[in-house]
């Protein structure tokens, strides 16, 4: 699987976009980008994912770049409770294994 | 609708003790996947399950561990004998794989286990 490379930490504002920058140079074209979040003292949650469009949902966006070696996870409208550590995981192809492997994540801090 | 249900939430027993693990995973999931939590190591993947067949287990740090699933509805993490640096978060997580595209795996809230 290809690795990924995050901050390891980041401050924004509350109400205002988080955008969380994600680097992986080496992802392959069957590989698509996850991402996690884990709130302190609970399980990873699924947030969103993609291949080479951009995709949204009720959480977030995700802005994958032309070259895919790069993407952005954008939280909108950021709350006290998006304070958490957010991964960014680059996953093999389904009909291959259905692992995934943790990095070390970005520490995101909502600031009231 | 219910999430990965894992029992107990916390356990605080004395090394040497035989420690279990449990996990129910959502009903009509097929993966099922066993992760550690630690401080030093971040969140590392233990041992998965598809269609309650252990897949790789590649993950598991010795002898002292072993993973079972029974049935598609029941999983267990068991330690014997425990040791001190056995404490951590164990999370187990689920999800349906191969039914089609790429599918996020759901994690249960946990087991926080000290060895004292």
């Known amino acids: 699987d290809a690795k990924t490379t995050q901050p390891p930490s980041m401050d924004c504002a509350e109400g205002r976009a988080a955008n969380l920058p994600c680097n992986h140079s080496t992802i392959s074209g069957n590989e698509y980008v996850y991402w996690y979040r884990q709130i302190h003292s609970q399980g990873p949650q699924y947030i969103i994912h993609g291949l080479k469009n951009n995709e949204t949902n009720e959480m977030a966006s995700l802005i994958i770049t032309e070259d895919r070696k790069s993407s952005t996870l954008i939280l909108p409208h950021a709350t006290l409770r998006d304070t958490a550590v957010y991964y960014c995981?680059?996953?093999?192809?389904?009909?291959?294994?259905?692992?995934?492997?943790f990095g070390k994540g970005t520490r995101l801090h909502i600031l009231p | 609708d219910a999430g990965v249900i894992q029992s107990p939430r916390h356990e605080v027993t004395e090394m040497g003790q035989e420690v279990t693990l449990r996990c129910k995973p959502i009903?009509?999931?097929?993966?099922l996947f066993w992760y550690r939590q630690t401080m030093m190591r971040g969140l590392e993947l233990l041992i998965y399950?598809?269609?309650?067949?252990?897949?790789?287990d590649s993950g598991m740090p010795e002898d002292r561990f072993s993973a079972k699933m029974p049935n598609a509805s029941f999983s267990t993490l068991k330690i014997q004998p425990s040791e001190p640096r056995d404490s951590a978060v164990y999370f187990c997580?689920?999800?349906?794989f191969g039914t089609g595209g790429h599918q996020p795996q759901h994690f249960g809230d946990g087991t926080r286990l000290s060895i004292l």
């Open positions: 009903s009509g999931h097929n993966s």
């Open positions: 399950f598809n269609n309650n067949v252990p897949i790789d």
């Open positions: 997580a689920s999800s349906s």
């Open positions: 995981i680059v996953r093999s192809s389904w009909n291959r294994d259905d692992k995934i492997i």
